[in-house]
Structure formats: C-alpha cells, structure tokens
C-alpha cells in the first residue's frame, strides 16, 4: 500500500514501544472507545482470527472522511528525501469504481518514480462505511525491476483467503491498534494512532490538526515509519523511524472545487 518532520511521542508511548518485541511495536492492546463510539471493526488482537464483518448494506457510495478524503481528481505528490531520495509518488483518485464483496470502491491510482523510470504502478480499492470508517479492499501493484513487473503484492479481500482493513479509522484514539490489510505472507500491515493533535511541515505547506500512526509489518520487523494526516487533505507526510531515515513529504496538491 502507497498513497516530516518528527512528531514527539508522550513518555508513556515511548516506554510502552521501549518494553515491545524488537520484531514489531506492540499491538496487544487497544484504548477503550466511550459508549458512544461505534466498536472498531478491525482491531488487532494476536492470536486471534482476523475476519472482520463486512456487510455490504452498511456502506455508503462515496469516501468523505476528513482525513482521507477520495473526491475524483485530487492529486498529491510527495518526493523522498533520506532513504529513498529521488523517488517521486504521484497519487490519484480516479472517477472508476471496482466491485469489491460486493462493496463498489473508490479506485485510486499509484505511481512511484525513480531516476526517470516509472518504479511502481498500483491501483489500490477503498470503501467508506456508514459509520465513517475507510476501509482498504485490496490493491493490483505491479512493481518494476529492469522494466520487468512483479504482481507479488497483489491483493483481492474475499479471495485467496484475504481479508479487508481499515486505513483511516473515523475517530482515532490515540493507541488503537488495527489491521490496514490482511493476506497471510503477503499483505500483513498494522497501523497504531500516536497523535491526534501534531503539526507537519511539508515542501507544500505546514499543517496543523495532524493524525499520525505508526505503520509496520511483521513481514519486514525491521522497518517501522510513522505516516500523517491533514484534516480536508489526507496523507502529508511519510517518516521512517526504524530500519532508516528518510522522508516523504507532500509537494504539491490539487482538488477539484
């Protein structure tokens, strides 16, 4: 999945992180919603079965969350600076939609430059449920090695024993844990709120308002990096903070009136 300055963590996430498993940040346990807050469809518990419910019927036709808002026709661009300097990712959201379990996803077109040469092509599939939630469906990426393309991390949920995820949750507290994808081996990424109210400042502007989350994967322990999410904008900023150092930061940003 593709689509910064350091944000401070509290003390206590700092301890919490310092006491986990040097092969990913715990995802053990999970703050407690109030009464009123819808129960997380996706939650991340270890050892559990993940097949989070998916009804087609509670989900609407459009992605409107503040803080991963898919209107057709926006446009980020984000260039690299550290780990991966040079590389420029162009982000669309396109006016096609794709059957997904029987949810129609908003279709989201992905690009990663390098050197001139296209790197990476992906089409990722995103739905919104009623309750505000933006879930991932799955994604067709083609990664190119000497011009040679690998679908190796293609994904489908409800085939081949994949499950959906949520990538924006509609109302983050800071230490929810939650599965953004789900296909054993291959597409296995967490993600974990540590801020709520941060700043970014990017090439484009300075944001403030700023959701941030911790992203990693047990398929690659080694490598953990923070990503940030401006209200009315979406993602902004990406950090890496573990297995390197280096930024990917929003350029330039354009949506239709």
């Known amino acids: 999945m593709d689509m910064r300055r350091s944000v401070p963590l509290a003390t206590a996430l700092i301890t919490l992180l310092a006491a986990c498993s040097t092969t990913a940040p715990s995802a053990s346990r999970q703050a407690t919603p109030s009464a009123s807050v819808t129960p997380f469809p996706a939650a991340y518990d270890r050892g559990a079965t993940y097949q989070p419910p998916v009804n087609p019927t509670t989900f609407v036709d459009k992605v409107d969350n503040p803080y991963f808002p898919l209107v057709p026709g926006t446009r980020w661009v984000l260039k690299a600076h550290g780990a991966d300097a040079g590389e420029t990712t162009i982000t669309q959201v396109t006016s096609k939609t794709k059957l997904v379990m029987g949810i129609r996803c908003t279709v989201v077109r992905d690009e990663v430059h390098a050197e001139g040469r296209l790197k990476e092509l992906t089409f990722d599939w995103y739905a919104q449920d009623s309750a505000g939630n933006v879930w991932y469906m799955g994604e067709d990426t083609a990664e190119y090695t000497n011009g040679n393309p690998s679908r190796e991390g293609s994904w489908e949920a409800g085939v081949g024993g994949a499950q959906p995820g ?90 239709p009136n």
């Open 166 to 255: 949520i990538i924006m949750p509609a109302s983050p507290i800071v230490e929810l844990t939650y599965r953004q994808e789900f296909l054993k081996g291959s597409a296995e990424d967490l993600a974990k709120v540590v801020d709520t109210t941060a700043t970014a400042d990017t090439p484009f502007r300075s944001f403030g308002d700023v959701w941030v989350t911790e992203d990693w994967t047990p398929l690659e322990p080694t490598i953990v990096e923070r990503k940030f999410y401006a209200r009315g904008v979406g993602l902004v900023m990406e950090q890496l903070i573990k297995g390197g150092r280096g930024t990917n930061a929003l350029t330039d940003y354009s949506a």
